[in-house]
């Protein structure tokens, strides 16, 4: 009884099998669809799509609409002009203090000297080191491999008010994340725009507190995730620190600037420096401190004509930090 009970269950199941192949023969779509879907997440865990992802995202980039100008941040820039007004190719240490001495009587929340200056560019290293010394000013270093790479900051400066200039560029050379925060042992570094963030919140949203956690960054109430090589368009990446995507807005549009010999001279208006960021660096077009973008594989003309300036990009940076915190903007 039970060899003809069990014979009579393996015929049900054989039956069973038989209806499910009719059924799937009789959806030819069903099985292509599912064979198709396989294939694609197979490529995608491999890093098949990375290329097609990131296209798309540089195409998004590009068709995002303006968001208005940036009313809490000034780029000091550093031109071609500014040099030959100067007559110096790096500008001297008395320059980039009197520029600072400057900003500061209009009463600025934060001033970020995106140049380096670990080692002294004479005359007046004194009168620099003294403007370097207020609260308020954030001066960078880069981090390399932190050991044979690394550009120091000016030993004078308090390590409370040094951040990394460092960018994380993609395969192809274009500048489509950024490195925010990252550690060793028991050493911490910040980017540039992250204390230049932190030292604006700090006086105007002071209750907002700053936690690191092991998958995101957390700022009062937002969240920033940690990019990582599950990411879509970046499966192959090294995903050391805390990285996360820029959003651009509309390449270097939405940034006010003026030239150092403006300031120099003056010819600033104080409302664009009260309560504000400001930010000091080269956009020189004999600078080498030029970045590809998504914008650029759109545009036309020379290559460095269309890349974004190492200042300019901390800038978005900055901009991209504050309006998340301040205007819950994702």
Do not use: C
Not at 29 to 55: C, I, K, N, P, Y
Not at 122 to 141: C, M, R, Y
Not at 302 to 330: C, F, M, R
């Amino acid at each position: 009884m039970n060899l003809f009970k069990s014979i009579f269950q393996s015929s049900r199941f054989v039956n069973h099998r038989l209806t499910l192949k009719k059924r799937f023969l009789q959806y030819p779509f069903l099985l292509a669809s599912l064979s198709v879907t396989g294939m694609l997440l197979t490529l995608r865990q491999v890093g098949g799509l990375d290329s097609w992802e990131v296209g798309m995202y540089d195409y998004l980039t590009r068709r995002q609409h303006y968001s208005g100008q940036e009313a809490r941040i000034l780029v000091v820039e550093i031109t071609e002009e500014d040099i030959r007004e100067q007559n110096q190719a790096i500008m001297s240490d008395r320059t980039i203090a009197q520029t600072i001495k400057s900003l500061q009587v209009h009463g600025p929340t934060v001033i970020g000297l995106d140049i380096f200056r670990d080692i002294p560019e004479p005359p007046g290293h004194d009168l620099l080191k003294q403007e370097l010394g207020a609260s308020n000013v954030i001066v960078i270093n880069e981090l390399g491999d932190l050991s044979t790479s690394m550009i120091p900051a000016p030993d004078y400066v308090d390590q409370e008010r040094v951040g990394f200039n460092d960018f994380v560029l993609d395969t192809d050379d274009i500048l489509r994340r950024y490195l925010i925060y990252a550690s060793l042992g028991q050493e911490s570094f910040y980017s540039f725009s992250l204390r230049l963030s932190l030292k604006y919140l700090e006086k105007h949203q002071p209750q907002d507190e700053f936690v690191v956690r092991p998958q995101y960054l957390k700022i009062g109430a937002t969240v920033f995730p940690r990019l990582n090589s599950e990411a879509g368009g970046y499966h192959l990446i090294d995903a050391s620190g805390y990285q996360s995507m820029i959003r651009y807005q509309l390449h270097d549009r939405i940034m006010r600037k003026i030239s150092l010999t403006e300031v120099l001279n003056g010819d600033v208006d104080p409302e664009w420096v009260t309560d504000k960021v400001v930010l000091i660096g080269t956009t020189a077009r004999t600078s080498k401190d030029y970045f590809s973008t998504p914008y650029s594989a759109n545009l036309y003309g020379s290559p460095t004509e269309h890349k974004l300036a190492g200042v300019l990009v901390h800038a978005q940076l900055t901009h991209q930090i504050l309006s998340a915190v301040l205007d819950q903007s994702s």
